[in-house]
Protein backbone atom coordinates (compact mmCIF):
# COMPACT_ATOMS: atom_id res chain seq x y z
CA UNK A 1 0.00 0.00 0.00
CA UNK A 2 2.70 2.21 0.94
CA UNK A 3 4.38 1.91 -2.12
CA UNK A 4 1.12 2.64 -4.25
CA UNK A 5 1.37 5.78 -2.49
CA UNK A 6 4.98 6.59 -3.14
CA UNK A 7 4.03 5.65 -6.93
CA UNK A 8 0.91 8.36 -6.48
CA UNK A 9 2.98 11.19 -4.75
CA UNK A 10 6.01 11.15 -7.61
CA UNK A 11 3.28 13.13 -9.97
CA UNK A 12 2.90 15.77 -7.47
CA UNK A 13 6.08 16.71 -8.95
CA UNK A 14 5.51 18.64 -11.75
CA UNK A 15 8.42 17.26 -13.85
CA UNK A 16 6.53 14.08 -13.75
CA UNK A 17 3.30 15.41 -14.29
CA UNK A 18 3.82 17.62 -17.50
CA UNK A 19 4.13 14.61 -19.41
CA UNK A 20 1.74 12.80 -18.19
CA UNK A 21 -1.07 15.86 -18.58
CA UNK A 22 -0.06 15.90 -22.28
CA UNK A 23 -1.06 12.43 -22.79
CA UNK A 24 -4.30 12.73 -21.14
CA UNK A 25 -5.43 15.93 -22.19
CA UNK A 26 -6.43 14.93 -25.75
CA UNK A 27 -8.44 11.82 -24.77
CA UNK A 28 -10.75 13.63 -22.10
CA UNK A 29 -11.22 16.24 -25.44
CA UNK A 30 -12.28 13.44 -27.37
CA UNK A 31 -14.81 12.54 -24.40
CA UNK A 32 -16.17 16.25 -24.04
CA UNK A 33 -16.55 16.09 -27.43
CA UNK A 34 -18.00 13.01 -27.69
CA UNK A 35 -20.41 13.20 -25.22
CA UNK A 36 -21.51 17.05 -25.95
CA UNK A 37 -22.97 15.47 -29.56
CA UNK A 38 -24.74 12.91 -27.61
CA UNK A 39 -25.96 15.07 -25.25
CA UNK A 40 -27.27 17.51 -27.82
CA UNK A 41 -28.96 15.22 -29.55
CA UNK A 42 -30.78 13.90 -26.77
CA UNK A 43 -31.74 17.01 -25.35
CA UNK A 44 -32.91 19.02 -28.18
CA UNK A 45 -34.07 16.50 -30.78
CA UNK A 46 -35.18 13.28 -28.63
CA UNK A 47 -36.13 14.40 -25.30
CA UNK A 48 -39.68 15.18 -25.50
CA UNK A 49 -41.45 18.37 -24.80
CA UNK A 50 -42.84 19.19 -21.06
CA UNK A 51 -45.74 19.63 -20.78
CA UNK A 52 -45.80 22.84 -18.44
CA UNK A 53 -42.64 24.25 -20.03
CA UNK A 54 -42.94 23.70 -23.12
CA UNK A 55 -39.77 23.88 -25.35
CA UNK A 56 -38.25 26.26 -23.29
CA UNK A 57 -37.40 23.98 -20.83
CA UNK A 58 -34.74 22.33 -22.91
CA UNK A 59 -32.30 25.29 -21.21
CA UNK A 60 -31.60 22.94 -18.48
CA UNK A 61 -29.19 20.35 -20.58
CA UNK A 62 -27.02 22.99 -20.47
CA UNK A 63 -27.91 24.86 -16.79
CA UNK A 64 -28.17 22.18 -14.62
CA UNK A 65 -24.51 20.50 -15.73
CA UNK A 66 -23.17 23.59 -15.50
CA UNK A 67 -24.39 24.30 -12.19
CA UNK A 68 -23.46 21.25 -10.95
CA UNK A 69 -19.61 21.72 -12.61
CA UNK A 70 -18.96 25.06 -11.10
CA UNK A 71 -19.68 23.36 -7.58
CA UNK A 72 -17.92 20.72 -8.28
CA UNK A 73 -15.18 22.87 -9.50
CA UNK A 74 -15.10 24.76 -6.48
CA UNK A 75 -15.17 21.68 -4.32
CA UNK A 76 -11.44 20.15 -6.21
CA UNK A 77 -10.21 23.71 -6.12
CA UNK A 78 -10.98 22.95 -2.02
CA UNK A 79 -9.18 20.15 -2.52
CA UNK A 80 -5.91 20.91 -3.96
CA UNK A 81 -5.54 24.01 -1.38
CA UNK A 82 -5.51 21.32 1.08
CA UNK A 83 -3.49 19.38 -0.18
CA UNK A 84 -1.18 22.10 -0.97
CA UNK A 85 -1.31 23.84 2.51
CA UNK A 86 -0.71 20.02 4.14
CA UNK A 87 2.16 18.34 2.22
CA UNK A 88 3.55 22.01 0.68
CA UNK A 89 3.30 20.70 -2.97
CA UNK A 90 3.48 23.15 -5.74
CA UNK A 91 1.44 21.29 -8.15
CA UNK A 92 -1.36 21.64 -5.72
CA UNK A 93 -1.02 25.73 -6.26
CA UNK A 94 -0.92 24.74 -10.50
CA UNK A 95 -3.72 22.65 -10.54
CA UNK A 96 -6.57 25.16 -7.87
CA UNK A 97 -5.03 28.39 -10.64
CA UNK A 98 -5.65 25.84 -13.84
CA UNK A 99 -9.44 25.19 -12.56
CA UNK A 100 -10.40 28.31 -11.51
CA UNK A 101 -11.17 30.16 -15.12
CA UNK A 102 -13.67 27.04 -16.58
CA UNK A 103 -15.32 27.70 -12.73
CA UNK A 104 -15.71 30.52 -13.32
CA UNK A 105 -16.87 29.75 -17.19
CA UNK A 106 -19.28 27.37 -15.60
CA UNK A 107 -20.65 29.95 -12.82
CA UNK A 108 -21.36 32.39 -15.65
CA UNK A 109 -23.15 29.80 -17.91
CA UNK A 110 -24.81 28.95 -14.73
CA UNK A 111 -26.39 32.36 -13.95
CA UNK A 112 -26.84 33.46 -17.86
CA UNK A 113 -28.67 30.39 -18.56
CA UNK A 114 -30.70 30.60 -15.69
CA UNK A 115 -31.50 34.63 -16.81
CA UNK A 116 -32.80 33.49 -19.99
CA UNK A 117 -34.64 30.12 -18.56
CA UNK A 118 -36.50 32.45 -15.40
CA UNK A 119 -37.26 35.61 -17.89
CA UNK A 120 -40.52 33.52 -19.59
CA UNK A 121 -41.07 31.29 -16.24
CA UNK A 122 -41.11 34.05 -13.88
CA UNK A 123 -41.40 37.14 -15.52
CA UNK A 124 -38.09 38.75 -14.58
CA UNK A 125 -34.34 38.14 -15.63
CA UNK A 126 -33.29 38.61 -11.86
CA UNK A 127 -34.41 37.71 -8.58
CA UNK A 128 -32.72 37.77 -5.28
CA UNK A 129 -33.33 34.16 -4.62
CA UNK A 130 -31.60 32.29 -2.29
CA UNK A 131 -29.91 30.19 -4.81
CA UNK A 132 -29.30 32.36 -7.48
CA UNK A 133 -27.84 34.79 -4.65
CA UNK A 134 -25.48 32.21 -3.84
CA UNK A 135 -24.43 30.60 -7.11
CA UNK A 136 -23.84 34.66 -7.79
CA UNK A 137 -21.72 34.75 -4.65
CA UNK A 138 -19.55 31.77 -6.05
CA UNK A 139 -18.99 33.82 -9.42
CA UNK A 140 -17.21 36.32 -7.19
CA UNK A 141 -15.11 33.50 -4.96
CA UNK A 142 -14.00 32.58 -8.65
CA UNK A 143 -13.21 36.08 -9.38
CA UNK A 144 -12.01 37.13 -6.36
CA UNK A 145 -9.30 34.03 -5.85
CA UNK A 146 -8.22 34.73 -9.88
CA UNK A 147 -7.65 38.65 -9.15
CA UNK A 148 -5.88 37.44 -5.92
CA UNK A 149 -3.43 35.24 -7.45
CA UNK A 150 -2.53 37.57 -10.20
CA UNK A 151 -1.96 40.47 -8.05
CA UNK A 152 0.75 38.51 -5.92
CA UNK A 153 4.03 37.88 -7.98
CA UNK A 154 5.67 35.32 -5.84
CA UNK A 155 4.07 32.41 -7.02
CA UNK A 156 4.34 30.20 -4.00
CA UNK A 157 2.71 33.40 -1.79
CA UNK A 158 0.25 32.93 -4.49
CA UNK A 159 -1.12 29.87 -4.14
CA UNK A 160 -1.12 29.93 0.10
CA UNK A 161 -3.37 33.22 -0.57
CA UNK A 162 -5.51 31.35 -3.07
CA UNK A 163 -5.68 28.24 -1.13
CA UNK A 164 -7.08 30.01 1.90
CA UNK A 165 -9.67 31.69 -0.45
CA UNK A 166 -10.79 27.87 -2.05
CA UNK A 167 -10.94 27.06 2.18
CA UNK A 168 -12.94 29.43 3.47
CA UNK A 169 -15.47 30.09 0.30
CA UNK A 170 -16.36 26.24 -0.37
CA UNK A 171 -18.80 26.78 2.72
CA UNK A 172 -20.73 28.48 -0.02
CA UNK A 173 -21.30 25.52 -2.04
CA UNK A 174 -23.68 23.49 0.53
CA UNK A 175 -25.58 26.88 1.06
CA UNK A 176 -25.97 26.61 -2.56
CA UNK A 177 -27.15 23.01 -2.39
CA UNK A 178 -29.52 23.25 0.43
CA UNK A 179 -30.63 26.77 -0.11
CA UNK A 180 -34.11 25.53 -2.07
CA UNK A 181 -34.32 23.09 1.39
CA UNK A 182 -33.93 26.14 3.76
CA UNK A 183 -35.53 29.16 2.67
CA UNK A 184 -38.63 29.18 0.51
CA UNK A 185 -37.61 29.74 -2.83
CA UNK A 186 -38.76 30.67 -6.60
CA UNK A 187 -35.96 28.05 -8.09
CA UNK A 188 -37.33 24.55 -8.04
CA UNK A 189 -35.76 21.38 -5.89
CA UNK A 190 -33.03 19.51 -7.39
CA UNK A 191 -33.67 17.71 -10.58
CA UNK A 192 -32.02 14.33 -9.98
CA UNK A 193 -31.63 13.12 -6.55
CA UNK A 194 -30.34 9.95 -5.38
CA UNK A 195 -32.45 8.88 -2.80
CA UNK A 196 -35.68 9.09 -4.85
CA UNK A 197 -36.99 8.04 -8.54
CA UNK A 198 -36.16 10.56 -10.92
CA UNK A 199 -39.63 12.67 -12.08
CA UNK A 200 -38.79 13.27 -15.49
CA UNK A 201 -38.50 11.52 -18.74
CA UNK A 202 -35.85 8.58 -19.09
CA UNK A 203 -34.35 10.61 -22.47
CA UNK A 204 -34.17 13.83 -20.45
CA UNK A 205 -32.35 12.59 -17.79
CA UNK A 206 -30.18 10.96 -20.15
CA UNK A 207 -29.45 14.05 -22.13
CA UNK A 208 -28.56 15.75 -19.04
CA UNK A 209 -26.34 13.10 -17.38
CA UNK A 210 -24.54 12.94 -21.18
CA UNK A 211 -24.30 16.97 -21.10
CA UNK A 212 -22.72 16.78 -17.23
CA UNK A 213 -20.36 13.85 -18.17
CA UNK A 214 -19.08 16.15 -21.47
CA UNK A 215 -18.56 18.92 -19.16
CA UNK A 216 -16.42 17.36 -16.40
CA UNK A 217 -14.72 15.67 -19.82
CA UNK A 218 -14.11 19.46 -20.90
CA UNK A 219 -13.21 20.42 -17.24
CA UNK A 220 -10.08 17.65 -17.28
CA UNK A 221 -9.08 18.64 -20.67
CA UNK A 222 -8.62 22.57 -20.24
CA UNK A 223 -7.35 22.05 -16.71
CA UNK A 224 -4.56 19.61 -17.67
CA UNK A 225 -3.84 22.31 -20.76
CA UNK A 226 -3.35 25.00 -18.87
CA UNK A 227 -1.49 23.41 -16.01
CA UNK A 228 1.00 22.45 -18.38
CA UNK A 229 1.24 26.09 -19.64
CA UNK A 230 1.68 26.79 -15.49
CA UNK A 231 4.07 24.60 -15.03
CA UNK A 232 6.09 25.76 -17.81
CA UNK A 233 5.67 29.71 -16.68
CA UNK A 234 7.06 28.74 -13.46
CA UNK A 235 9.52 26.17 -13.77
CA UNK A 236 10.80 27.69 -17.10
CA UNK A 237 14.53 28.09 -16.11
CA UNK A 238 14.46 24.16 -14.50
CA UNK A 239 16.89 22.05 -16.37
CA UNK A 240 13.96 19.73 -16.93
CA UNK A 241 12.15 21.75 -19.05
CA UNK A 242 15.01 22.75 -21.17
CA UNK A 243 15.02 19.07 -22.21
CA UNK A 244 11.83 18.54 -23.50
CA UNK A 245 11.63 17.43 -26.77
CA UNK A 246 9.19 20.74 -27.97
CA UNK A 247 11.60 23.02 -26.89
CA UNK A 248 14.58 21.84 -28.63
CA UNK A 249 12.66 22.88 -32.16
Known amino acids: ?95 SAALAPTGALFAFLSL ?36 LTSAIDDPRRADKAGAIVSLVGVINVPI ?14 ASVSLTKAPSMATTMLWGMLLMALAFWMYTIAVALCRVRAIILEREGRAQWVAELPEMRT
Not at 120 to 141: K, Q, Y
Open 1 to 95: MSQRLINWFKFASPATFYPLAGKLWPWFAALAAAFTLAGLWLGLFVAPTDFQQGEGYRIIFIHVPASWMSMFIYCVMAFWAAMGLVFNTRLSGMM
Open 112 to 147: WTGALWGKPMWGAWWVWDARLTSELILFFLYLGYIA
Open 176 to 189: IYFSVKWWNTLHQG
